[in-house]
């Protein structure tokens, strides 16, 4: 299974932005959470420091009193966007391979079992664009991949007692996959300079995924070899 899908969009003029948004909700954050090489393992969510880092936003005041810079104003929008863009893709693949075996006694019981492995590999990119008056815009990117390995079995049983009838019974065991992700981000603001901030490239997150089980029994009954009677529980 392969996947490739691209979009992109252009927004005309908004009385809100992206930037304002994030400024709003770095009130509160103390600077030195933002600062040096370590923010990004602080608890400051990565998008404000971001735009911290890349000068988006410069802080004005001390809400709370302890000493401590937490309240930022916006260094690029007057809070209207003149435009903006928006453009994405994403690709990837499952890869399948599967191992069988089957049997056959006395064309009463047949029977099959299968082991399967699934390569996967996916990535996607998302880029924003803001612009504002005077020339200053606002880019911000995003980069994931995930890649990794699954595992299932598949059992099969065909039952003939008699002639005309005909048992089945399917049991599909969950995929379990172990997946790593790769991300990263980053921002650029475009204002009196052009300063840019990125996440570490790599930062990654390894997890496990499970599937659904999927279970079946069905019967048939043929009819005088002119017809067929047929029912399936999955």
């Known amino acids: 299974t392969t996947l490739f899908r691209s979009v992109s969009t252009v927004g005309g003029y908004s009385p ?36 911290f880092q890349s000068y988006l936003m410069d802080p004005v005041a001390d809400v709370d009193g ?12 007057d809070g209207t966007v003149d435009h903006s863009r928006y453009e994405s893709w994403e690709r990837g693949y499952i890869d399948s391979y599967d191992f069988s075996i089957a049997g056959n006694f006395d064309n009463l019981i047949r029977f099959g079992v299968g ?27 995003n980069y994931l991949k995930t890649t990794g390995y699954g595992v299932n079995l598949k059992f099969g049983l065909l039952l003939t007692p008699i002639d005309n009838l005909r048992l089945g019974l399917s049991l599909h065991t969950p995929t ?52 067929l009677i047929s029912a399936e529980y999955q």
């Open 176 to 227: 379990f996959y172990d997946l790593s992700d790769e991300f990263d981000a980053k921002m650029v603001a475009y204002g009196d300079t052009v300063v840019s901030s990125q996440t570490p490239i790599d930062r990654i997150a390894d997890y496990r995924l499970q599937t659904p089980l999927k279970f079946s029994v069905s019967a048939a009954y043929i009819i005088k070899s002119k017809a």
């Open 115 to 141: 082991l399967g492995i699934n390569s996967l590999r996916y990535e996607t990119e998302i880029n924003y664009d803001e612009f504002y008056v005077g020339n200053k815009s606002m880019n911000l990117s």
């Open 66 to 77: 302890d000493g401590n810079m937490d309240s930022y104003k916006n260094n690029l929008s």
């Open 16 to 51: 809100y932005s992206l930037s304002d948004g994030i400024v709003a909700n770095s009130e509160g954050i103390p600077e030195y959470l933002m600062s040096g090489d370590n923010a990004f393992n602080s608890s400051a969510p990565w998008l404000p420091t971001l735009a």
